[in-house]
């Protein structure tokens, strides 16, 4: 079957991912083409300069998994080793032809491919033409951010946004909250003392992403089904950091799921759950006294269900 194909990070899967995809599936409907993103993992620079790349905004299952409901057929995973690097741009292009009988290629207007990034959308265009596939180039899309700026869209900026605890700014940038998976783990178990009980997502979820700046947040939890509940999204406090009342040095993510009734907590220990980050609430700071602390907390709550209640995260 023929194809149209899209070759990138897409870190995130953010709006302008997205809107390479949508003119993918335009271009690929009336000819009967699927679409096919062909991506990378690791990503390249982890293998160009080790160490030094950056956090990434989801695993690669998420990844795929977004690619795949905003439009795409198949995701061809790369491995980028120095051979598949090094290769020369149009090589790099003549061999997705060939193994994917590609009809045409979308990308971005500052798309580069190949051994030293040397090819870009002006190599790609001119091969277009003298074998016969076509070529779209789309520019940056631009969203306007709650700094009143309007921002051109890229991977770079949404974790940027995410690391300085913008949650709705990346929202607005990726058209979708930002998200962790993992599952749930034993905690400390103070929040159950002081009548705030919490979900702890276990470290080992976050590993290589990006989470937000320490702070406390309004979202929400969806947890996977279990024998007495549904896979529904709880509104949620959830907050990032060390616990600083307790003098703690450990990054923790934790939330406190706002209505949420059972008899059992400990049967969450193990359960798969996804925390998403809706509005920023509040700085992480010490408190003098656990009742203190605890006041606080009720306000955090109190604050998060207002928030959530309130329609937020502007994307036109």
């Known amino acids: 079957m023929p194809s149209i194909i899209t070759i990138g990070n897409f870190d995130g899967v953010h709006r302008g991912h997205q809107a390479i995809i949508q003119i993918a599936r335009q271009l690929a409907e009336p000819i009967n083409a699927h679409v096919l993103a062909v991506t990378f993992d690791p990503m390249p620079v982890a293998i160009l300069r080790p160490g030094e790349g950056p956090p990434h905004l989801g695993t690669i299952e998420q990844r795929i998994d977004a690619l795949k409901q905003c439009g795409v057929d198949e995701v061809r995973i790369i491995k980028p080793t120095r051979d598949v690097l090094s290769q020369e741009a149009p090589r790099f292009i003549a061999g997705l032809i060939e193994q994917h009988q590609a009809v045409g290629f979308v990308e971005g207007e500052d798309f580069h491919f190949g051994a ?135 990054l923790n993510i934790e939330a406190h799921l706002i209505d949420f009734n059972t008899e059992h907590p400990d049967e969450l220990y193990g359960r798969p759950a996804t925390f998403r980050f809706a509005r920023w609430v509040r700085d992480q700071y010490p408190f003098p006294t656990i009742e203190a602390l605890t006041q606080q907390l009720q306000r955090d709550i109190e604050q998060s269900r207002l928030l959530l209640a309130e329609p937020h995260a502007a994307y036109d």
């Open 116 to 250: 030293k990034r040397r090819g870009n959308m002006k190599l790609l265009a001119e091969m277009g033409k003298q074998q016969g596939f076509a070529v779209e180039a789309l520019p940056r899309f631009e969203v306007p951010l709650s700094d009143h700026s309007i921002a051109p869209i890229s991977s770079s900026l949404v974790r940027w946004l995410v690391g300085r605890g913008r949650v709705e700014d990346a929202e607005a940038c990726m058209g979708r909250p930002f998200e962790l998976t993992g599952t749930i783990v034993k905690g400390d178990q103070r929040g159950r003392t002081i009548g705030v009980p919490t979900a702890n997502l276990d470290p080992l979820s976050w590993h290589g992403l990006i989470t937000p700046m320490d702070g406390v947040y309004a979202g929400t939890v969806t947890l996977a089904p279990g024998a007495d509940q549904e896979s529904t999204p709880y509104p949620a406090a959830i907050s990032v950091g060390v616990k600083p009342t307790f003098s703690q040095d450990q």
